[in-house]
């Protein structure tokens, strides 16, 4: 066997190696865990619900205006809302595919060895949709800073014109 040839099937063993302890120790922090989950998912899965909660709030309150009175920070808001709906329901679809199901122990086994192979295989896709959960919450913080702004000058010009 010549050289080239050692160096690459070496490093295909060592890749094999390295794709097996990830998947392994996935498999064990998944079996181990009270959610059924790895530790990124669950942290996902606690974002994303507090992300419904804040949007149904935010949707409460911009419901009591009607479009043509919303403020531009408003339709912002209102738009950054519905990017959060669609958003939510992507997390929650990817969430359910990576979680364990079963009733039994040999069943419960089995699902955390798929959800290990398919949460290294969605690693990326959970990285990406925590980066747009992120961007889309400092929209919303900057929207509302902004439209507090517009508030406070506005309460500020009311008592002036009231003095």
Known sequence: MDPITAISVGSAAISFLDFATGLFKSFYSIHKSSTGQKDTVAALSGISARLAQSNIELDEELSRFQDGNLS???????SRS???RELILEIQTLLNGL???GITHWDRTKSAFSVAFKSLWDEKKVSELKTRT???RAEI???LLVSMRYV???KVWTEIRSD
Do not use: Y
């Open 72 to 78: 531009k920070c408003d339709q912002i808001l209102k």
């Open 152 to 154: 406070g000058a506005f």
């Open 82 to 84: 519905e990017d959060c």
């Open 99 to 101: 979680t364990v199901r």
């Open 134 to 136: 992120m961007e889309i």
């Open 141 to 143: 913080m900057f929207a």
